[in-house]
């Protein structure tokens, strides 16, 4: 459990001009109300550090264990950020033409089907989209922006 704390602002002008602007709260608060949210909302505690003059979070999604039973964490991000270029045009593609069969898909891609199909499999893999409805179906966005 972390204790209360002060941290003095490197630059108090600038910590008066962001306090007064309701960017940041009084000082040395913000980690307690960070560590304090992700148990609230049921995730890990941060990973905080000092380091190269600043401060680095480090905010895990799920705890997970390895092998030995110790927790391991993975930091949040967008479901998107690890795609290829590539995918995010084809998910893009999609967002636009939900109906849109993998032939079709292939075309405006100008690549072929099975390449294209390798695409929309990655994108279901990872639980970006989902077929309903077979082959006159459509594609569902899976996740939220």
């Known amino acids: 459990m972390r204790l209360d704390h002060y941290l003095c602002p490197r630059n108090p002008i600038i910590a008066n001009a962001c306090f007064f602007a309701g960017y940041i709260d009084t000082c040395g608060r913000g980690t307690l109300k960070i560590i304090n949210a992700c148990k609230e909302a049921g995730l890990p505690e941060p990973d905080i550090k000092e380091m190269n003059g600043g401060v680095e979070v480090t905010i895990f999604l799920q705890t ?27 998910l893009k593609i999609i967002e636009e033409h939900n109906k849109i069969s993998k032939r079709k898909l292939a ?26 409805g077979g082959t006159r179906g459509f594609w569902e966005i899976l996740y939220k922006k």
């Not at 072929?112 to 989902?130: C, T």
């Open 64 to 90: 997970i264990v390895d092998e030995t039973g110790s927790p391991i964490g993975g930091p949040i991000g967008s479901p998107i950020d690890n795609l290829t270029d590539r995918q995010k045009e084809v």
């Open 107 to 132: 075309e405006q891609l100008n690549i072929n089907v099975s390449a294209a199909q390798a695409h929309l499999d990655i994108l279901k893999e990872k639980g970006l989209i989902r077929r309903e």
